[in-house]
Each structure stands twice: as structure tokens, then as C-alpha cells.
């Protein structure tokens, strides 16, 4: 038996800074992620599909738009929608390793379970950035969406940042749903969210009386303000209002499960 | 001592030289009516590998779970190497290997141990650590690909990769086969003669008496016995003198030579000895004692007794 440690020499070991975050966390569940088929179907191949299939309809495609067509304001609801998918998934992601005891074993681990959150809100975005870059790829590859050069990247940072008002939703659900088909409910929820945020169709397509319901739904908001810069026009404040409230209500409900999860008994 | 240092806990000997691995003292859990663990004081040396041995439903998890920090004491306090658990993991000090769990399937092997170990401020070098668990050459395979041995040797490695002063394993060897526990328990008894601090939980008595320097036996989130193998073996070897004695007092009996243990149900006495023919002789000769009555028991009886349902045994130790 070697020499036991003194106190001194214990308390000396370091403790991790940053509540244990680190980059080779991020790169293993990056990795992980994209290696997800699930996931990469959900986040990148379906939105891309729905734009081929919305986007290029010849009826419609080539009308104007602000200062491009309707090809590519659509090229951006559906970018929107691959994104909100993506950064919502980071927060389902915690759902099933919560089943799978994953989470209480970091507990044994310096991880704290806000590094935890962050690590996992930072790999959802990574691939809201992937889910964006592959529509817009897409759509520049058909040669039909067209809109000025800047506006490009413009929308597609818009969208990309947009879609962060869904990473405290992803968070909130996730830590609501104990189940393992958390990406199916979630993916259902996004399709009924995309319909009254009028991604698929435009809003003025429908009943008056839908139209204001709509208004209050949580994608609403988001949508409106990532196709202003290629819209223009004014600005409504209701859009700012409608996208600050729900991240707002979204954090809260985050946080009011993270703190009961976290919480020991 | 403590004005400069911040870390150190409630331990009494956490300012005199090595403090204790694991110290409880009046240690409480409750949930609902339902008392888990019941005041219990245990300290643990560095150095020593402990095994917990109880029954399901003892408290050796409830009782675990205080240790690791994971679940917050009804009443007492936990002092690990002279800190609170939360200081001692986030150090890296402490570690555990569970029952179940805690892995991610899609992740491989070698993944699961490079995300362990990056979390921890000082690390152990991931392959050493693989090969000392033995599972190395399948450190590219997929965690839900692995079996339950495998998987059990990749907590194993996990747990050793902070370099943990202590290590605590709650039933590592459940679902296991004779084999794969011996392999099991090989690697961690190399470990353990390295000098690290190892507490096991388990219900096997074997494993406790071949794998552990001292043995603290639970029942009923109490602790009913605690010393080396062999005195908890001589414990539970011996006989059991029963007859029927009116009026017998706890007191009388307890002077009856060669009486380890003593019981009155009624009219009938229960005598546990080491040296049951003194016990008889005594009791025919020396006192009204009749239908006298001796049996033996085996080590797994004797535990049972110690650690069942009925009390067939009194306050032992």
C-alpha cells in the first residue's frame, strides 16, 4: 500500500475551470450528432426536399418578392425550418440521455449541468449552421431563387441566429418528455408550429380568423423578421414582440425544469 | 488549518495529517415514511477496500448515493477525503462504477472514455486506461453493441480515469457470469493493491470475503456488523442453542458461559455460541432449561440471519 494523501494534498488537485466545458466534448458530440441518421434526415434532407418541392414550382417561383422572387423567400422558410429543427433537437438530445442514466453519470463528473446545457445548445447550432448551408446550397444549385448577392448571407445568418429562439424550446421539452421518441413528437410539433408560423403557406392564404391566431404562434415572429431583409418595407413591432415573448416563455420553462432536474433529492 | 483552506469539511480528522476516505455519522435518509438509511456512523481509512454487503433493499445504494453527493442525507453529515462529495468529484477524487446505465450507445468505447476523461481537470491517458480494464482492443465498437461485461469493464476504465483516490462500485457484478466476476474483480483487486480506496456494495458473500479487507455487513439501513472477513465469518460460524426456560432474564442469560448472542421469545431462549456444548451443559446443569435443542448454520445462513427479515439474531457487536 502506497502513503495516504493529507488534506493539503488533496485539496491541491485542480478542479476543471468553466464547469468542466470543453472542446473535446463539443467535437465528440458534434461527431456524434452527424453520424445520427435520424437527425441528418430531420435537419438536413427533409427541408431541402420541401424546398425542391415548394420552391420551384413554375407558377409562382419566379414572381417578385421584395428585392428578389418567391423562390427564394421560400429557400428561407424552409432554411428556417431546418434550423428551428436542428437547434430544437440539442434539447431533445438531453431527453434520451436522460433515459439512458447518461446525465446522472456526468454528475459524478466536474461537469456542471449548465457547461452541459451550453455544450449541448453550441452542437445544435452547428447544426443549424449544416442545416442551413445544405438548403441554401441546394436552392443555389437549381439556379431559381433569386435575390441579391449579400442578401444571401444576410438571410442565412438571420435564419441561423433566427432559429436560437427554439434552443430554450428544445431544452424545455426535452426535460419535460422522459421518453425516447422525443424527436418524432418534437418533429410533429415543428410541422403544426411551421403551418401557424406560415412557412409552408402564406399567411394571407388564410381565414381571416386563423390569420390573427396565427400571429400569436411561436414561429411567427421569427419568420416575419428573417425575411425582412429581403421583404424590406417597414418593420412590425409585433414580430419583435411575438419573437422575445416566446424565447422569454421558453427560457422560463427551461430553467424551471433544468433547476427541477438538477435539483437533488 | 481551516482559515486558509476552504475545502476542508466537518471531518474530525481532516486537519491531522490524511483524512478519512469516507466518514458518516448519524447518517439519516428518508423517503417518505420510509426510513433507507438509518444513523448510521462508518469511517473508512484510505487504503482500505470495504465491501458493503447486504440484501436488496438494504441501503447500501440509498447509503452510496449520500457518498457520491448524488442524493442529499434526511440527517447527518458525509465527509469524503475531509470535503463535501460535490468538492471531492469535481476534483476528480471520487469516482464510481453503478449497476446500470450511464452510458450512451451510440457513442464507441474509446469515445465514451475521451469524453470522460476530457471533463476532469488531470486525466489518466485513455488507452492505459482501456487496457487496464481490458477492454482495448474493442475501443472502436459501439457502447449498445457491447455486452453487459463489456460495458460494465468501459465504467470501469471510466471510473478510473480521474485517478480517483476513491472508488466506489454499487453491485458491479450483477448479471455478470462466474467468469466474467472473476476477471472483474481480478482487474479491480490489482487496482486496489496500488494503494486506491475501494468500497464495493454487493449481496454476494462470496465476493465480499474474497475480495475485501474488511467487511461491513447492512440490514435494514442499519449496520450490523463491520470488521475483517475472518470476524465476520466467526460470527456467523458457531451454533444455536434453543430451549424452552421459563422466566429467563436477559440479564441471567447473558451470564451463561460461552453466550455470544441471546434471545428471549417467551418461554424459549435462543443462545448464538461460538461454543454450543458449554452453552448446553450449562443450561441442563445449572438451570431449568429443557427440549433442548442445537443447529448449525452455514456462512450463507449466518448471513441471512444477520442480514434477513426475521430477527433470529440480536444486537450483534
Known sequence: MTTTATAAELSRRPVPPLGGFSFTVLKLEIRRLLRNRRT??????????????????????????????????????????????ATTSGGAMISIERAQGWTRQLRLTPLSPLAYVVTKMLTSMVLGFVSVLAVYIVGFAT?????PGYLWIVTALCVWIGALVFAPFGLFLGYLLPTENVMQF???????????????????????????????????????????????????????????????????????????????? | MTTTDPVLGPSPRAQSGSPPAVWLQDLSKNFGHVQAVRHVDLTIEQGEVVAFLGPNGAGKTSTIDMILGLSTPSGGEVSVLGMTPQQAIRRGLVSAVMQTGGLLKDLTVGETAQYTASLFAQSADVPAALRRAGIA?????????CSGGEQQRLRFAMALLSDPELLILDEPTTGMDVEGRREFWGSIRHDADRGRTVLFATHYLEEADAYADRIVLIRKGEIVADGTSAQVKSLASGRTVRATLPGATDQALRAVPGADSIEIRGETVLIHSGDADKVARYLLTETSAHDLEITSRGLEEAFLALTGDDDTTGGNR
Open chain 1, 40 to 85: 441528418v434526415i430531420f435537419a438536413l434532407v427533409t427541408p431541402s426536399i420541401f424546398f425542391l418541392l415548394f420552391g420551384l414550382n413554375a407558377a409562382y417561383a419566379n414572381e417578385s418578392a421584395g428585392k428578389g422572387n418567391v423562390s427564394a423567400f421560400i429557400l428561407i422558410s424552409m432554411a428556417l425550418y431546418g434550423s428551428v429543427l
Open chain 2, 137 to 145: 482492443e474493442i475501443a472502436d465498437r459501439r457502447v449498445g453493441k
Open chain 1, 186 to 265: 418534437m418533429g410533429f410539433i415543428m410541422i403544426l408550429l411551421a403551418f401557424g408560423g406560415g412557412l409552408f403557406v402564406p399567411l394571407s392564404q388564410y381565414p381571416h380568423a386563423l390569420q390573427v391566431l396565427a400571429k400569436f404562434t411561436p414561429l411567427y415572429g421569427v419568420n416575419q423578421l428573417v425575411h425582412w431583409p429581403l421583404t424590406g418595407g417597414a418593420m412590425d413591432v409585433w414580430w419583435v414582440v411575438n419573437a422575445v415573448a416566446w424565447l422569454a416563455i421558453f427560457t422560463v420553462g427551461a430553467v424551471w425544469r433544468f433547476r427541477k432536474d438538477t435539483a437533488r433529492v
Open chain 1, 143 to 147: 439556379h431559381k431563387p433569386s435575390m
